[in-house]
């Protein structure tokens, strides 16, 4: 059964019953307020990922590569491939929250850098300064716009330390990538 509301300028809003069996919320807010459902179109349902490496990783010096994230942690759309291209290509559009880390294997006397890549070219870029205490670590964080059908994004790593140098293998805490839908388009 479907409900419309007919305005009196001549536009219409229909309200359409579920097509599952599965409920679904609509919530008007007063006139200042913001439209919430629950459609998976929506900020707050959209697609979401979290990945990591699960081992170490060779970099070449100076060279920016894509680094392998082979485990997931979730995927609520089936929008990372953690197999072969290691990249987020979300099919719903709209702005995606997007974090990554990267431990740079315990050495300390270099520069890295870490890259957010969109449709193959560098979009955004963090950097690490040597720190003989600690190790080295970048990690970066953006907003990005992907059009729910081509648009994807990668991450990258680069470092000047001379020879070729592994990321760490510590797990989920160290070397990682996530994207979340924010706002749809």
């Known amino acids: 059964?479907?409900?419309?509301?007919?305005?009196?300028?001549?536009?219409?809003?229909?309200?359409q019953?579920?097509?599952t069996a599965n409920?679904?919320?609509?919530?008007?807010?007063d006139n200042t307020g913001t439209l919430v459902s629950t459609a998976s179109t929506f900020a707050g349902t959209g697609p979401a990922f979290?990945?990591?490496?699960?081992?170490?990783?060779?970099?070449?010096?100076?060279?920016?590569?894509?680094?392998?994230?082979?485990?997931e942690e979730f995927d609520t759309n089936g929008g990372y491939d953690n197999a072969t291209t290691y990249?987020?290509?979300?099919?719903?559009?709209?702005?995606?929250?997007?974090?990554?880390?990267i431990?740079?294997?315990g050495w300390t006397s270099t520069y890295t850098f870490i890259m957010v890549y969109k449709n193959g070219a560098e979009l955004k870029r963090g950097s690490s300064v040597p720190n003989n205490a600690v190790g080295l670590n970048n990690t970066i964080s953006c907003l990005v716009y992907l059009n729910?059908?081509?648009?994807?994004?990668?991450?990258?790593?680069?470092?000047n330390n001379g020879?070729?140098?592994?990321?760490?293998?510590?797990?989920?805490?160290?070397?990682f990538f996530q994207a979340a839908m924010v706002r749809a388009a």
């Open 87 to 101: 990249r987020f290509t979300p099919t719903v559009a709209g702005y995606y929250q997007v974090n990554a880390g």
């Open 148 to 159: 729910g059908s081509t648009d994807y994004v990668e991450i990258y790593g680069q470092h």
């Open 163 to 175: 020879s070729a140098q592994n990321t760490s293998a510590f797990g989920p805490s160290a070397v």
């Open 50 to 71: 979290s990945a990591y490496a699960s081992s170490a990783q060779s970099v070449n010096n100076n060279t920016a590569t894509k680094i392998a994230f082979q485990t």
């Open 103 to 105: 431990n740079w294997g």
């Open 1 to 15: 059964m479907s409900l419309k509301l007919n305005s009196s300028g001549g536009g219409s809003v229909t309200l």
């Open 23 to 29: 409920n679904q919320t609509l919530t008007l807010p």
């Open 17 to 19: 019953e579920p097509v």
